[in-house]
């Protein structure tokens, strides 16, 4: 089955600086790749996510890069603010018919330091 | 629209007791999925169902049985609880054309 290994379980970066989490997977069917925010106590929600045929995805401050070969992909957040302080996972996805087996990363702790 | 509910919030469970979760969204969705969620483990898959009518394994099946009641309801029962089962559970729902999948506010269980 899939394997998905998520880096760094935390990070902690100053307001306004970057973050960058890393992620790989295993199986090279997999064909997408969403990452989920996770606020304390609430539910996983969809941030940014890509498709196999797309190399990169930008959404304002937040940006995927997809490396097929090298099986990994990564989330940039630029110009980080208190509020990006979660846990993000991603994940990686077989889309076969009309459904999904979405294997998640372990999670990264985010925290934002004003 | 709702989204994806479920029920209870929150439950204590005693080893060997059973219980119900219960699942349910309002977007039309064909695909259901039930994930349990452990510190430092993130979500892992316990059950799915493609479509209504259809279950299939997950990850970590194990002491789980599902029901697809219909196109809207997807039910995780627990026979016999055992205090590996504490953790909190996520419904979740798909469309096969946006693939985004959205999820429950999620079940806290605790197995004493």
């Known amino acids: 089955g899939e394997n998905v290994e998520q880096h760094p379980s935390t990070l902690s970066v100053q307001e306004g600086d970057s973050a960058v989490i890393k992620c790989t997977y295993s199986d090279s069917a997999s064909n997408y790749f969403p990452w989920y925010k996770q606020e304390l106590g609430k539910r996983p929600q969809l941030i940014i996510d890509?498709?196999?045929?797309?190399g990169e995805k930008k959404d304002q401050r937040i940006a995927v890069t997809l490396n097929k070969t090298a099986k990994h992909f990564s989330l940039h957040i630029t110009e980080t603010q208190p509020e990006d302080s979660a846990v993000y996972f991603c994940a990686a996805s077989l889309i076969s018919g009309g459904y999904q087996k979405v294997t998640f990363g372990t999670g990264t702790k985010l925290q934002v330091i004003p | 629209n709702a989204g994806v509910t479920q029920t209870p919030k929150f439950q204590v469970l005693k080893t060997g007791q059973s219980m119900t979760l219960q699942c349910a969204q309002d977007m039309n969705h064909n695909s259901m999925y039930w994930y349990r969620q452990d510190p430092g483990m993130g979500l892992r898959l316990i059950y799915y169902?493609?479509?209504?009518?259809?279950?299939d394994k997950g990850e970590v099946p194990n002491g789980y049985n599902v029901s697809r009641l219909n196109k809207r309801e997807f039910s995780l029962r627990l026979e016999s609880a055992a205090p590996s089962q504490t953790s909190v559970y996520f419904c979740?729902?798909?469309?096969?054309?946006?693939?985004?999948?959205?999820f429950g506010p999620g079940t806290r269980l605790t197995v004493t």
């Open positions: 979740a729902s798909s469309d096969v054309r946006v693939y985004e999948q959205y």
């Open positions: 890509i498709r196999s045929n797309v």
């Open positions: 169902s493609a479509s209504e009518g259809t279950t």
